[in-house]
């Protein structure tokens, strides 16, 4: 495997991560569940499918999960954007901005 690849699965697998751990302080309010609920599936979806990429039984194969990787981190893009319109507490705003 070469450095290039090792380095984006640590980087995939860091974003859902420390993703989670954002999630993690958001208010229990409702609205924060469901935005807590896909964003965690989607950011997390990210590393899963490139760790599985990288074991692609053809160059089809490989293709297909890098273009569900691509959805994944559209995914995660959005919801961070919704969290950012919605999201007053200042300090966390600001944590948003890492992303």
């Given amino acids: 495997m070469n450095s290039k690849t090792e380095e984006l699965l640590q980087?995939?697998?860091?974003?859902?991560?420390d993703t989670l751990k954002f999630l993690i302080?958001?208010?229990?309010?409702?609205?924060?569940?469901?935005?807590?609920?896909q964003l965690g599936k989607a950011s997390t979806s990210v590393g899963s499918n490139y760790e599985e990429a990288q074991v692609a039984e053809s160059n089809r194969d490989f293709n297909h999960k890098i273009g569900i990787v691509l959805k994944?981190?559209?995914?995660?893009?959005?919801?961070?954007?919704?969290?950012?319109e919605i999201y007053t507490n200042s300090k966390n705003k600001d944590?948003?901005?890492n992303f």
């Fill in 72 to 84: 994944e981190v559209r995914e995660s893009n959005y919801w961070l954007r919704v969290l950012s």
């Fill in 11 to 17: 980087r995939t697998f860091d974003f859902g991560v």
């Fill in 25 to 37: 302080t958001l208010p229990k309010e409702k609205v924060f569940g469901i935005i807590t609920y």
């Fill in 95 to 97: 944590e948003l901005k």
